[in-house]
């Protein structure tokens, strides 16, 4: 199992560009979750899919973000337009249900 | 509503010595408890969870948390810790039913073991 896989690993861009991260979560879970992680704010959840549908995005910070589960295998987080204070590492991490949450690598943003 | 509370920022313990990272959360229903591990430039790790039955969970790594009720604690425990224990590591809740498959994660206690 490959577990959770997301790209980039790291992303540098000037802001006002467009970011889009990915995820491709574990076969078989149904939960898929996006986190954003700072010094400052520690861990935040952003928002969470159940089998593809989004549940629960108040964690979203603006309507710069967005994020999209188009089938199961596959989840995208996007920033249009990016801003500095954007930086941040970017989790995510998936689930089967109401059992423990396995989580990518990350994706390290960082926005000049 | 719920949250949890990780009151340490850092402890330090020497290599052979038992360790204990602190949690403490409130719910308004039966929770369910969480470790995770994160090791510098990787994501978390699942170490443990607490959802029902024997207050005494064992998981990864030698690692065990006790679930405390009438404390409202779930504090992580190791009989003798290892340099390569050093990492970050958060406590995190879900509250059933109210808040559905999210969990709240505390801010962190970083762990640093010396030789």
């Known amino acids: 199992d490959a577990g959770v896989i997301q790209s980039p690993r790291h992303e540098v861009t000037e802001m006002g560009q467009e970011v889009t991260l990915r995820c491709k979560p574990i076969?078989?879970?149904?939960?898929l979750f996006w986190y954003r992680q700072t010094m400052m704010r520690g861990l935040e959840l952003l928002i969470y899919?159940?089998?593809?549908?989004?549940?629960?995005d108040s964690g979203m910070p603006e309507d710069r973000f967005s994020a999209k589960m188009p089938n199961a295998s596959f989840s995208t987080l996007k920033i249009q337009p990016s801003e500095p204070r954007d930086s941040a590492v970017y989790f995510c991490?998936?689930?089967?249900?109401?059992?423990?949450?396995?989580f990518g690598p990350g994706t390290r943003l960082t926005v000049l | 509503a719920q949250s949890v509370a990780q009151p340490e920022d850092q402890v330090n313990v020497a290599e052979g010595n038992p360790l204990t990272v602190k949690c403490t959360y409130s719910?308004?229903?039966?929770?369910?408890l969480f470790w995770y591990v994160q090791y510098p430039n990787r994501g978390l790790q699942f170490l443990l969870k607490?959802?029902?039955?024997?207050?005494l969970v064992k998981g990864s790594y030698g690692f065990e948390a006790e679930f405390n009720k009438s404390q409202t604690s779930f504090h992580l425990k190791k009989p003798s810790a290892l340099v390569s224990d050093s990492a970050l590591y958060f406590c995190?809740?879900?509250?059933?039913?109210?808040?559905?498959?999210?969990?709240?994660f505390g801010k962190g206690t970083s762990l640093l073991v010396t030789p």
């Open positions: 076969s078989g879970h149904d939960y």
């Open positions: 607490y959802i029902t039955g024997d207050n």
């Open positions: 995190a809740v879900r509250d059933i039913p109210d808040s559905g498959y999210a969990l709240n």
């Open positions: 899919f159940n089998n593809n549908v989004p549940i629960d």
């Open positions: 719910v308004s229903g039966n929770p369910y």
């Open positions: 991490a998936s689930s089967v249900s109401s059992n423990e949450q396995f």
